[in-house]
């Protein structure tokens, strides 16, 4: 009687599909997370930007002894910065990728729609205001910032919020 050698090198065709199976399976699971990661870290940037042209807006007003304002369009999703006196912007951003300027808020009188500005004054104090900024599709929205800027001082800051406080 022969003895049949089975010393082969390499995997079975059962193993290779088991391992795919598994490996689609996982990616499949992380995929949702992934996507939900990206689109908060493109909310953070964005909103981290606009915070950066509020500070901006602030510190040209004092530097020039100049009024200097922040202007935001909500319908049409974008901003910019000019001086008061002339309709010369600046610097103008349009906010790309998923986040958008929902409502701008100043004394209780909330504005969701349309433009609105926030002056800055030359002594660094400014008309204040907030400032929420959300996904474009709110129901898959798990996280909202405010950024709120003090009119005493004119400073700002980004607040986190859960979307069940909208």
Known sequence: ????RSDRNGFTLLELVLVLVLMGFIAGMTAPFLISTVERIQLQSVTRKINAALKLARNTAVSKKKRFSFHADIDENR?????????????ERTIEGDARISQYSNKGTPVSAGV???????????SGGSIRIEPKKTEDS???YVITVDPITGSSRIEQIEPKEK
């Open 79 to 91: 901003y910019w910065l000019g001086t008061s006196d002339s309709e010369e912007k600046q610097i």
């Open 142 to 144: 798990d996280s909202v």
């Open 1 to 4: 009687m022969q003895k049949v």
């Open 116 to 126: 609105f500005s926030i002056e800055f004054y030359p002594q660094g104090n400014a």
